[in-house]
């Protein structure tokens, strides 16, 4: 009995192994508002704060600076996500930091600092430069935190778990969009207040999971020598052997072009076609109306999926409903019509947050790679932002505002469909 033991494989370490053990409800409320602090701080400059500065600063060249400001952005994440998540990956044990001894949660809390300065000095541009410049480093330090945090599913979290998970994970997407637009509406009026108080959010709210939960470390001896080579794998998978994680790769790639195309002009959409009286006021109530659907379909849809064990069906009717809200306000541009595009648009991407996280990573290649791989997933996240920016000014300065829906409703449909090339996940 002893010579057979001696010849049993050796089991992975924590920082490698699948995950079995449920994650409790504490744990999940501290990852949601690390995540719900980081999307605010993200998603609410996009949506008020820099539309506002750039008209004040380049009135004529407000479409173009701002899809610049997208469009770098978007390659920051690029660059970023899957270069830290690789770094994240080869994290060793730190002993002289106490608790923060494992492979994500250093990274997590420097990202977040990092961040917290270039949204404060945000605050005091009065040039296109120094917007494109600071956004640009932001970009950088956020999706490297969003490289650690969305790594936490995978590494910690069992696959019958994970689709409920990434619906309660992925609400904040939604609702740190709408809780910072409240506050820089409603609160924090100026530039000063409302990138500062982001700054401090951001940081704030990421201490309780970087302190407070476990983080696996990796030992010295399970780590691989570091290769100049390694760099250039963080772009790398061999789609040959794993195709699903290509196919992911592609669909979520046409989703976020649709959500990026579709959601990048609304301020200006409102004002310009839909002629509504206070445009901030109504980008608010539609984000609120669309935010509560989030919630809803996120946590519902993601509760359904792990109990049925499918995905891919959920994935194909959440596109279905964010291309009908597209199309809805190409041909009938009204508050009213915005109204119910609204509710049509969050119903879909609350449920595709949830079911499509959780498809994401059961077809990822490797477990001691998870936030690199992760990171390449974010750059068909952060990718559309890029492309996504500068094609939408062209749509909307060709075609204007019906050409831009049109074109975000074929996007979410070529994504809902290219979900059923994957085999691996039913």
């Known amino acids: 009995m002893a010579e057979q033991a001696t010849n049993l494989p050796p089991l992975p370490s924590p920082a490698r192994a699948e995950p079995s053990a449920p994650v409790s409800r504490l744990w999940i409320a501290q990852l949601g508002l690390a995540s719900a602090a980081m999307w605010m701080a993200s998603l609410t400059p996009l949506q008020i704060l820099l539309p506002k500065q750039v008209q004040d600063i380049v009135p004529g060249q407000k479409f173009l600076v701002l899809g610049l400001i997208h469009t770098l952005g978007a390659a920051a994440a690029i660059v970023a996500t899957p270069v830290i998540g690789a770094l994240s990956d080869r994290t060793t044990r730190a002993r002289p930091l106490g608790r923060l001894t494992g492979r994500r949660h250093r990274w997590t809390l420097a990202m977040a600092v990092l961040g917290a300065v270039c949204l404060a000095l945000l605050a005091w541009q009065t040039t296109a430069v120094g917007l494109l410049a600071l956004w640009f480093g932001f970009s950088v330090f956020q999706n490297g935190q969003y490289a650690t945090l969305s790594a936490a599913i995978p590494d910690h979290v069992p696959v019958r778990q994970r689709a409920t998970v990434a619906g309660w994970v992925g609400m904040p997407y939604a609702l740190g969009l709408v809780i910072g637009v409240e506050l820089v509406a409603r609160v924090f009026t100026t530039f000063a207040g409302g990138y500062l108080m982001l700054a401090v959010c951001l940081v704030a709210l990421a201490l309780p999971f970087v ?17 100049a080579r390694q760099i250039i794998d963080a772009f790398r998978v061999d789609l040959r052997a794993y195709p699903d994680f290509g196919w992911a790769w592609v669909t979520r790639f046409l989703a976020s072009l649709a959500i990026a195309m579709g959601t990048l002009y609304l301020y200006y959409f409102l004002r310009d076609a839909v002629h509504y009286p206070n ?17 809803l379909t996120a946590i519902v849809g993601g509760r359904i999926s792990d109990r049925i ?14 291309g009908c809200a597209a199309l809805l306000l190409a041909f009938s541009p009204t508050w009213t019509a915005a109204l119910i595009a609204a509710v049509l648009f969050g119903a879909g991407f609350g449920a595709y947050l949830a079911v499509d996280q959780a498809l994401i990573t059961q077809v990822l290649p490797h477990a001691d790679s998870r936030a690199k791989d992760l990171g390449l997933i974010n750059i068909a996240i952060s990718g559309p932002a890029a492309v996504g920016g500068l094609l939408a000014a062209l749509l909307v300065t060709v075609g204007g505002y019906p050409m831009l829906f049109v074109s975000t409703a074929i996007a979410a449909a070529l994504g809902a469909a290219g979900v059923w090339r994957i085999k691996s996940v039913r």
């Open 211 to 227: 302190f407070a939960t476990a983080d696996h470390p990796l030992e010295a001896a399970d780590r691989d020598p570091f290769t």
């Open 279 to 295: 445009p901030t006021v109504g980008l608010t109530t539609l984000i609120l109306i669309y935010t509560v659907c989030v919630v």
């Open 309 to 322: 064990g499918r995905r891919r069906v959920i994935v194909t009717v959440s596109g279905a409903l964010m």
